[in-house]
């Protein structure tokens, strides 16, 4: 079954579609409601990036990047988590 933009599951023909979107519009059926895991997610990320210092966040720019560019395409080769 294919899935939506938030990953909700939907019928691949069209009128199982169309007939799931009447459902959901006269409340026979719920709309799919994403958890709250990305907001948190997102929220994590920024109070994370203003808590880095410069020097820091250089550091984890610069092992990205050389990682990235890298001829070893394995990525065995970490040096460390970040």
């Given at each position: ?54 020097e820091r ?24 988590a970040i």
């Amino acid at each position: 079954m294919p899935k939506g933009p938030q990953g909700q599951k939907r019928p691949a023909d069209t009128i199982g579609c169309a007939s799931l979107v009447a459902k959901i519009a006269t409340g026979e059926e719920k709309e799919y409601l994403p958890s709250g895991r990305r907001a948190s997610g997102i929220a994590g990320s920024t109070a994370r990036a203003e808590n880095l210092t410069e020097e820091r966040r250089r550091e984890i720019a610069r092992r990205a990047a050389k990682a990235r560019w890298s001829n070893d395409n394995d990525n065995n080769n970490r040096e460390g988590a970040i």
